[in-house]
């Protein structure tokens, strides 16, 4: 099988809960002339947070072996959801140009592969950058039980490289039947100003010329390779490759050549004809120097010259250009292509016919294939659907509809293309996969054994981890469908009595013979043997005894197959209030020297801070500087430090409110032992918390000496516990900082080494004591003060948005009426609101204005910018020394919308205005939004 799964055994039929929805995996017929409905798939994230995942492949056991580009080598076990860091590979991940300054690379750990007899011999290839020399690696390993044997490293080809200059690494790679390797490899040179061909062959300029490596027969960068690995770590050159083993100027490895950064390959199991993504160049318009940029989709039904640095696309000519004396020649010849330049180390006259793209597309819409839209553009590939080559058993393989059919993803533009082909492997046409999905950033794809297709996505920054970087894959369920399940509660906790309302609103069947007559059943129960159902869609439930409630929504199709969804409710304890009274914006933080504050907190069986009850080192109030590229509202969700020891307060006031101090001291001994001598004996799990629990409650003797402990049976078991607690976090948990007060000023302060682009979180948390065997809850207030200036990333609702994210982030609208939404945005004293564009050429952007509304994309208008027409800005490249943020700011232009007179919370709708605009036309990019007072303008 030609792709990288068949290394892995069957998996089972494997059933998993995403989202409420159960998938089956009973099977009914497969017409491969009918589409199937996109609700048949679903996509299930198996992890995220990656840190630049650059490859996939499959191993034995339901395992999928991944490398970051940092040298990260990582297993996701899908039985248990678990990530293994095995391995970290020295690499390099730098280069250092001609002024001498260090920037980041795109090579590092480039590619993994598993060879196809991995469950006899544990090999598995990486293809590295050496971490000292300037080269390229392939090596073999052995990978055992989680562990990479390093003894076992075997050298199999090196590939010379230069590091004055980025980019494009390659470091795909795929396996045939015949146990060849092939191996993508960028052509390792720097993109030229003018964003076409590489064609420079003035002294100096050696890596502007790609004439000298992807044009060149005798250099194996800007090729894909072909070899066949031998056991002792050497390889051999199979039949049938571009250049025979020992023909002069030439290097026997190569398959294809003429490549610009040939991406990620697969085969065809079928017909063996291979496929890939390669990433062309920058330019938007037709010039002097030739063509503009185009990525493609390509095919190669055997070894052949694809045209790189001379043609593009369709074979597209570009221009003879004498760099030294400023002039400009004919045309390549396409039906003569000769590499003349002083760096060609290889033939002159160039195999031909060159092969033109399958699939070529620019910036703007493609006129042949319209369906790949406009924007940024990255090519990654994609395997070929073969039914023949999964198990029958395997639980989600495709219909027969996709038989044949090539899987392409785009990494910018997220969408996943269907391209059908002819008897021959010729094109015929492409429909969307999934459109209403996004895989943007998606790096590498493939089928996995159990037929589910894989998705590794790399996030939206470049050379960083990325939260957004993830594993997916895509589940095909060919028979009925169970149902997919929304649970709903009005509250889960309270005092009793108190009754709660439960919906089962949003759930539903995609089979339509289902629709209208899913069958529903909720079930009560608790520990004690309580225990009720009620047969309704949408029940109340009246909570009259303390206890933890497990609540249960089943729902029934009309074949008998269910879904189910549990959640706890909590009945005897009311949940605190905890509220802080905040004057001011509460959205953002416009550069005030401090911030007043006062939080209240009150609970029905605890007290409140205003009767005293409640103490002020029990309510946890934290100030904190939030770093850039991290949510205020996310890091609020979290535990504090301050939120721990203010909890285990609680346990120590319980004890200096009781008896204890008379026998024990913190860190003396007295009548009983001291609390660090108790910590220290019993450490801090289960089972000695509930061991001391019952010696405070029902007392002791004959551990410490002989003196009995005594019974405090009007101690609750929640008391009890926070006390424990308390004890043995002793030597632990020691606080930081002195605890905010109730009441004061905050001042905010950017800690050395951030760059003040972050925002500040204040935030404040109680947990009560609980009520009787009920344990305890808490509560979170927060004011997140984010930076004025908002990424568009951030926004919630979208319409007509492309991205782009390389080099950097290009977030483009297209289309009249395209807008974008943000929730919750305080305008308490907003007089301003910027929109930083890039409305240039280059973006292809044909200018428009904004309109900025309340609620909705047609609500109440609050301000309208100036129209922006198209400008070329040149290349926006900060000088030597300044801070690139803040030039950017000072030379991008700005959209300005004057907004007065407004308070209070409200949702935020930018509306992008051309009526002359196409759907696919793209009005401007937005880089930032700036909402200003006027001291903020002041200081801007």
């Given at each position: 099988m030609f792709t990288k799964n068949n290394v892995a055994t069957w998996m089972g039929c494997i059933c998993i809960l995403m989202i409420g929805s159960l998938i089956s995996c009973k099977r009914d017929s497969d017409d491969p002339t009918v589409k199937p409905e996109d609700n048949r798939f679903t996509k299930v994230i198996l992890t995220e947070g990656m840190d630049e995942p650059m490859e996939m492949t499959f191993l034995p056991g339901n395992k999928i072996l991944f490398v970051e580009r940092k040298g990260g080598v990582k297993i996701l076990d899908e039985n248990t959801k678990e990530v293994t860091l095995v391995a970290t590979i020295p690499v390099n991940t730098k280069y250092t140009n001609k002024q001498g300054v260090v920037r980041e690379a795109e090579e590092g750990l480039m590619g993994v592969i598993a060879d196809p007899n991995y469950e006899k011999n544990n090999w598995i290839y990486m293809y590295y950058a050496d971490?000292?020399?300037?080269?390229?690696?392939?090596?073999?390993?052995?990978?055992?039980?989680?562990?990479?044997?390093?003894?076992?490293?075997?050298?199999?080809?090196?590939?010379?490289?230069?590091?004055e200059e980025c980019c494009h690494t390659g470091g795909g790679m795929v396996f045939d039947n015949d146990g060849n390797l092939y191996l993508t490899v960028g052509n390792n040179t720097v993109n030229p100003r003018e964003g076409?061909?590489?064609?420079?062959?003035?002294?100096?300029?050696?890596?502007?010329?790609?004439?000298?490596?992807?044009?060149?027969?005798?250099?194996?960068?800007g090729k894909i390779l072909r070899i066949h690995p031998e056991p002792d770590g050497t390889y051999m050159i199979p039949e049938g490759n571009l250049f025979p083993v020992g023909m002069e100027k030439t290097r026997p490895e190569i398959y294809t050549m003429g490549h610009r950064n040939p991406w990620r390959p697969t085969l065809d199991s079928k017909t063996g004809y291979l496929y890939w993504g390669e990433v062309g160049p920058d330019a938007v318009v037709d010039s002097i120097w030739g063509p503009k940029g185009y990525d493609e989709f390509n095919q190669a039904k055997g070894p052949g010259f694809f045209g790189w640095p001379y043609f593009i696309g369709n074979n597209?000519?570009?221009?003879?250009?004498?760099?030294?004396?400023?002039?400009?020649?004919?045309?390549?010849?396409?039906?003569?292509?000769?590499?003349?330049?002083?760096?060609?180390t290889g033939l002159r006259e160039l195999p031909t016919p060159v092969i033109p793209a399958m699939i070529w597309y620019p910036y703007g819409v493609s006129e042949e294939f319209p369906m790949l839209g406009s924007s940024g553009r990255s090519a990654t590939g994609g395997p070929v659907f073969r039914k023949a080559d999964f198990k029958k058993d395997a639980p989600y393989v495709f219909p027969s509809y996709y038989e044949g059919k090539w899987l392409i993803v785009e990494f910018m533009r997220g969408w996943i293309m269907a391209i059908t082909m002819d008897k021959n492997?010729?094109?015929?046409?492409?429909?969307?996969?999934?459109?209403?999905?996004?895989?943007?950033?998606?790096i590498d794809m493939d089928f996995g054994p159990d037929g589910a297709l894989y998705v590794l996505e790399y996030g939206s920054a470049w050379f960083r981890g990325n939260a957004n970087s993830r594993l997916v894959k895509i589940e095909y369920n060919a028979g009925n469908r169970k149902p997919t399940i929304n649970a709903q509660a009005d509250k889960l906790s309270g005092a009793v009595p108190f009754t709660a309302n439960f919906s089962s609103e949003g759930t539903f069947d995609d089979d339509t013979y289902d629709q209208g007559k899913l069958k529903y059943e909720w079930k009560f129960s608790n520990d004690q043997g309580f225990n009720k159902v009620v047969k309704e869609a949408n029940p109340s439930f009246n909570f009259t005894e303390s206890g933890v409630y497990q609540v249960t929504l089943t729902v029934t199709d009309t074949k008998g197959e269910q879904n189910s969804i549990s959640f706890d409710v909590n009945a005897g304890n009311e949940p605190p209030k905890v509220s802080i009274d905040f004057a001011g914006n509460k959205t953002f933080y416009f550069g005030q020297t401090e911030l007043d504050y006062h939080v209240s907190v009150s609970d029905i069986e605890d007290g409140s801070t205003a009767d005293g009850k409640i103490r002020a080192e029990e309510v946890a109030i934290t100030f904190d500087y939030v770093p850039t590229g991290f949510d205020p509202i996310e890091i609020a969700s979290k535990q504090s430090g301050a939120e721990a020891m203010a909890v285990l307060n609680i346990?120590?006031?319980?004890?200096?409110?009781?008896?204890?101090?008379?026998?024990?001291?913190?860190?003396?001994?007295?009548?009983?032992?001291?609390?660090?001598?108790?910590a220290e004996r019993y450490p801090k799990n289960d089972a000695n918390i509930q061991l001391l629990m019952d010696k405070v409650i029902n007392g002791g003797s004959g551990v410490w000496g002989d003196h009995g402990m005594s019974a405090h049976p009007e101690l609750s078991a929640s008391d009890a516990k926070r006390m424990v607690e308390y004890i043995l976090s002793i030597n632990e948990v020691k606080p930081t900082v002195a605890p905010l007060p109730l009441a004061g000023k905050v001042y905010p302060n950017t800690p050395e080494g951030e760059d003040g682009q972050g925002g500040y979180l204040l935030r404040a948390s109680y947990t009560d004591k609980g009520a009787g065997n009920i344990s305890s809850l808490t509560t979170v207030d927060y004011i997140a003060l984010r930076n004025p200036y908002l990424d568009p990333q951030k926004s919630v609702i979208r319409k007509g948005v492309q991205l782009m994210t390389t080099p950097r982030v290009n977030f483009?609208?297209?289309?009249?009426?395209?807008?974008?939404?943000?929730?919750?945005i305080d305008l308490t004293g907003v007089e301003q609101i910027n929109l930083f564009v890039d409305i240039s050429p280059r973006a292809e952007a044909i200018g428009g204005y904004v309109e900025v509304r309340l609620g909705s994309p047609t609500g109440e208008l609050i301000g309208q910018t100036q129209k922006m027409e198209p400008k070329n800005l040149g290349f926006m490249r900060p000088p030597a020394g300044v801070n690139p943020l803040e030039w950017r700011r000072q030379n991008t232009p700005k959209a300005e919308a004057k907004i007065k007179g407004l308070t209070g919370f409200h949702d935020v709708y930018f509306v992008f205005k051309n009526p002359n605009a196409k759907e696919t036309d793209i009005l401007m990019s937005i880089s930032e939004i700036q909402f200003s007072n006027q001291s903020s303008s002041e200081n801007d």
């Amino acid at each position: 099988m030609f792709t990288k799964n068949n290394v892995a055994t069957w998996m089972g039929c494997i059933c998993i809960l995403m989202i409420g929805s159960l998938i089956s995996c009973k099977r009914d017929s497969d017409d491969p002339t009918v589409k199937p409905e996109d609700n048949r798939f679903t996509k299930v994230i198996l992890t995220e947070g990656m840190d630049e995942p650059m490859e996939m492949t499959f191993l034995p056991g339901n395992k999928i072996l991944f490398v970051e580009r940092k040298g990260g080598v990582k297993i996701l076990d899908e039985n248990t959801k678990e990530v293994t860091l095995v391995a970290t590979i020295p690499v390099n991940t730098k280069y250092t140009n001609k002024q001498g300054v260090v920037r980041e690379a795109e090579e590092g750990l480039m590619g993994v592969i598993a060879d196809p007899n991995y469950e006899k011999n544990n090999w598995i290839y990486m293809y590295y950058a050496d971490p000292n020399e300037t080269k390229h690696v392939l090596a073999r390993w052995e990978l055992r039980e989680s562990k990479l044997i390093e003894d076992s490293k075997k050298i199999l080809l090196e590939v010379p490289t230069q590091r004055e200059e980025c980019c494009h690494t390659g470091g795909g790679m795929v396996f045939d039947n015949d146990g060849n390797l092939y191996l993508t490899v960028g052509n390792n040179t720097v993109n030229p100003r003018e964003g076409t061909s590489n064609l420079d062959e003035r002294p100096g300029h050696e890596n502007s010329d790609d004439q000298r490596a992807p044009g060149n027969t005798n250099d194996l960068r800007g090729k894909i390779l072909r070899i066949h690995p031998e056991p002792d770590g050497t390889y051999m050159i199979p039949e049938g490759n571009l250049f025979p083993v020992g023909m002069e100027k030439t290097r026997p490895e190569i398959y294809t050549m003429g490549h610009r950064n040939p991406w990620r390959p697969t085969l065809d199991s079928k017909t063996g004809y291979l496929y890939w993504g390669e990433v062309g160049p920058d330019a938007v318009v037709d010039s002097i120097w030739g063509p503009k940029g185009y990525d493609e989709f390509n095919q190669a039904k055997g070894p052949g010259f694809f045209g790189w640095p001379y043609f593009i696309g369709n074979n597209q000519a570009y221009t003879r250009h004498d760099h030294v004396s400023g002039t400009y020649g004919e045309p390549y010849d396409v039906n003569n292509p000769v590499n003349e330049s002083v760096n060609n180390t290889g033939l002159r006259e160039l195999p031909t016919p060159v092969i033109p793209a399958m699939i070529w597309y620019p910036y703007g819409v493609s006129e042949e294939f319209p369906m790949l839209g406009s924007s940024g553009r990255s090519a990654t590939g994609g395997p070929v659907f073969r039914k023949a080559d999964f198990k029958k058993d395997a639980p989600y393989v495709f219909p027969s509809y996709y038989e044949g059919k090539w899987l392409i993803v785009e990494f910018m533009r997220g969408w996943i293309m269907a391209i059908t082909m002819d008897k021959n492997g010729n094109y015929v046409s492409m429909e969307r996969f999934l459109p209403n999905e996004n895989f943007s950033s998606a790096i590498d794809m493939d089928f996995g054994p159990d037929g589910a297709l894989y998705v590794l996505e790399y996030g939206s920054a470049w050379f960083r981890g990325n939260a957004n970087s993830r594993l997916v894959k895509i589940e095909y369920n060919a028979g009925n469908r169970k149902p997919t399940i929304n649970a709903q509660a009005d509250k889960l906790s309270g005092a009793v009595p108190f009754t709660a309302n439960f919906s089962s609103e949003g759930t539903f069947d995609d089979d339509t013979y289902d629709q209208g007559k899913l069958k529903y059943e909720w079930k009560f129960s608790n520990d004690q043997g309580f225990n009720k159902v009620v047969k309704e869609a949408n029940p109340s439930f009246n909570f009259t005894e303390s206890g933890v409630y497990q609540v249960t929504l089943t729902v029934t199709d009309t074949k008998g197959e269910q879904n189910s969804i549990s959640f706890d409710v909590n009945a005897g304890n009311e949940p605190p209030k905890v509220s802080i009274d905040f004057a001011g914006n509460k959205t953002f933080y416009f550069g005030q020297t401090e911030l007043d504050y006062h939080v209240s907190v009150s609970d029905i069986e605890d007290g409140s801070t205003a009767d005293g009850k409640i103490r002020a080192e029990e309510v946890a109030i934290t100030f904190d500087y939030v770093p850039t590229g991290f949510d205020p509202i996310e890091i609020a969700s979290k535990q504090s430090g301050a939120e721990a020891m203010a909890v285990l307060n609680i346990g120590k006031n319980l004890i200096e409110s009781s008896d204890c101090r008379s026998c024990h001291q913190i860190d003396k001994t007295s009548i009983g032992p001291s609390y660090e001598a108790i910590a220290e004996r019993y450490p801090k799990n289960d089972a000695n918390i509930q061991l001391l629990m019952d010696k405070v409650i029902n007392g002791g003797s004959g551990v410490w000496g002989d003196h009995g402990m005594s019974a405090h049976p009007e101690l609750s078991a929640s008391d009890a516990k926070r006390m424990v607690e308390y004890i043995l976090s002793i030597n632990e948990v020691k606080p930081t900082v002195a605890p905010l007060p109730l009441a004061g000023k905050v001042y905010p302060n950017t800690p050395e080494g951030e760059d003040g682009q972050g925002g500040y979180l204040l935030r404040a948390s109680y947990t009560d004591k609980g009520a009787g065997n009920i344990s305890s809850l808490t509560t979170v207030d927060y004011i997140a003060l984010r930076n004025p200036y908002l990424d568009p990333q951030k926004s919630v609702i979208r319409k007509g948005v492309q991205l782009m994210t390389t080099p950097r982030v290009n977030f483009f609208m297209t289309g009249d009426q395209s807008h974008i939404g943000f929730n919750s945005i305080d305008l308490t004293g907003v007089e301003q609101i910027n929109l930083f564009v890039d409305i240039s050429p280059r973006a292809e952007a044909i200018g428009g204005y904004v309109e900025v509304r309340l609620g909705s994309p047609t609500g109440e208008l609050i301000g309208q910018t100036q129209k922006m027409e198209p400008k070329n800005l040149g290349f926006m490249r900060p000088p030597a020394g300044v801070n690139p943020l803040e030039w950017r700011r000072q030379n991008t232009p700005k959209a300005e919308a004057k907004i007065k007179g407004l308070t209070g919370f409200h949702d935020v709708y930018f509306v992008f205005k051309n009526p002359n605009a196409k759907e696919t036309d793209i009005l401007m990019s937005i880089s930032e939004i700036q909402f200003s007072n006027q001291s903020s303008s002041e200081n801007d």
